[in-house]
């Protein structure tokens, strides 16, 4: 990716997932989304299982591999429909924005640089002030922020 183009890229991705980040909080339910959307429509293994064409019992499993974490997206979709629902999938920055994570992972590598530099000067006699090593990380975030090394995510 271009290094003009990244920013208005990951400006426009940053819009795409806000639209997700209302469900940030949402707890999934212990015995799963189909086993409780199931229930509540009062609607028997059984008849779930002949809408997907398997037996009570395969769709038992289907539920329970959703609790464990191992079912598929396309079983979790081809549930969906037979509930007349649809799968949203997604990711949501924990940090609220792609933009919030860069500037994070940026100053993390810059403290780790310039603490680095820092101590060996330190070891030589030639100490920074407190103030010169804060502007020296933020001198370094800015730039990594800028150009995205991908020595940023190491």
Do not use: C, H
Request: hydrophobic share 35%.
């Amino acid at each position: 990716m271009k290094l003009n183009n990244s920013r208005l890229i990951i400006r426009q991705l940053d819009k795409r997932l806000q639209n997700l980040a209302p469900l940030r909080d949402i707890e999934y339910p212990k015995e799963g989304w189909i086993a409780l959307v199931r229930k509540t429509l009062n609607m028997s293994l059984r008849q779930l299982g002949g809408r997907l064409s398997i037996s009570p019992q395969g769709m038992a499993k289907v539920e329970k591999s959703e609790s464990e974490g191992s079912i598929t997206l396309n079983n979790l979709r081809e549930a969906g429909e037979a509930l007349n629902m649809k799968l949203v999938y997604g990711f949501i920055p924990r940090e609220g924005s792609l933009e919030k994570m860069i500037e994070n992972q940026a100053k993390e590598l810059a403290q780790k640089i310039v603490m680095r530099t820092s101590t060996t000067m330190k070891l030589e006699d030639q100490e920074n002030s407190d103030q010169r090593i804060k502007e020296a990380i933020a001198e370094m975030t800015e730039e990594f922020k800028r150009e995205m090394p991908k020595s940023l995510w190491d």
